[in-house]
């Protein structure tokens, strides 16, 4: 039970992928420039990521060592082609929006990442699970910076809604400031990074702060010394 809670909280924040590892930031900073676009990566990203580990998890006692990494690249590829066609299926004018970055999924170092250190290491349930929470965790940070970006660029929340999730979603936008002009530095990659910056700067700071808070109530397990002992005096 311990490895699964552990699974969790370092998909999710410990050892976020984005966060924490730095992993898959060419997409990220790329298609947040709204909520929309990064919803429709944050669910094609989710998709592929659990699949790959499920399927690698799958065959992983029969892939040869020497052809292992081309193997899960295949796999990613599979997954990644699923997912874009599902998207232009259901989800056409969204696809458009996200463009290339549907097919760039392949070359995400996240999901390779956890293919190898992770899935081709465990059995299906564990395996699954981590893939589950690493989109997650990949997620999160996708739709919190799509949040920030589409406020301070456009002064807008849930705008183009109806890409994704039909006519009936147009009437979701909120329109947060009247006659804004915009600040269109946000929407661009530089502000990507800052956005970004904010949000590892921002994790950072709340690490520090729960670590000084199990200090101040004695909860903080500090490892201690081993010291040799010998007979003599």
Known sequence: MDKYVKTIKDGLWSNNPVLVQVLGLCPLLAVTNSMINAIGLSLATFMVVTGTNITVSLVRKVVHKAVRLPIFVMIIAAFTTCAELCMQAFAYD???SIGIFIPLIVTNCMILGRAEAFASRNNVLISSLDGVITGLGFAWVLL?????????GSGTLFANFDLLFGAGAASWKIVLIDDYQGFIFALLPPGAFIGLGLFIAAKKYLDALYQNWLREHHLLLVGTKRVRVTDKI
């Open 144 to 152: 919190m910076l799509g949040l920030l970006r589409e406020v301070v």
């Open 94 to 96: 969204a696809y458009v």
